[in-house]
């Protein structure tokens, strides 16, 4: 969520929200995307540095981390946050028309 909030905010999506933040737009296209390659690489190294760490330092979390991994299936486990997400952003979406009547609400 923040790493897409970060994205939203270099793509200027909502520029009057960037203003009400005071962030200044990226000079050119090149320097946002440099800039957006390196928070993706911060990203994925802090990541496998953490996996890294737990794996040296804690063999049996690790153990435990991985053999959940494996139990994991999109059906079971994935797919409810996707359902989650489409009702937070179905009333979202609701909330932000201003008009209540227009859900069927009132």
Known sequence: ????????????????????IHLSPFPNDQFRW???GLVFC????TFVWDRFCVAMF?????GAMVQSTRQTTFKRDV???????????GVLF??????LL?????
């Open 102 to 106: 227009f859900a069927g609400l009132a």
């Open 58 to 62: 804690a063999p049996e979390v690790f």
């Open 1 to 20: 969520v923040v790493a897409g909030g970060g994205a939203a905010a270099a793509w200027e999506l909502q520029p009057e929200l960037n203003g009400l």
């Open 42 to 45: 911060t990203l994925v190294g």
């Open 79 to 89: 797919w409810p946050i996707f359902i989650t997400a489409g009702k937070v952003l």
């Open 94 to 99: 609701i909330l932000g028309t201003g008009n």
């Open 34 to 36: 440099s800039i957006m």
